[in-house]
């Protein structure tokens, strides 16, 4: 078993260092990060989602539909840690 935080630091701290050595040495990610669980049901929506996210978020912000996210599971957040 895995803490999501660790995973993600490390994901973070290796993506970083390959963007920046093979693409733009400023690349830097953002502070923080969200986790959803997805049932296996779910794999293939989640699936597709991923495959058109490019194209998806040039019509919706990220941030925005984080919120709604939020709000469909019933999380409390601070909208400053959204921004």
Known sequence: MHCIADVLRDL???????????????FAW????????????????????IATQE????????VDELRELLNAAGIEFDERYLL
């Open 12 to 26: 973070k701290k290796e993506s970083s260092t390959w963007a920046k050595e093979n693409f733009n040495r400023r």
């Open 30 to 49: 953002q502070e923080g990060y969200a986790a959803f669980t997805v049932s296996p049901t779910a794999t293939d929506s989640v699936r597709r989602y």
């Open 55 to 62: 194209a998806h978020h040039r019509k919706h912000f990220f």
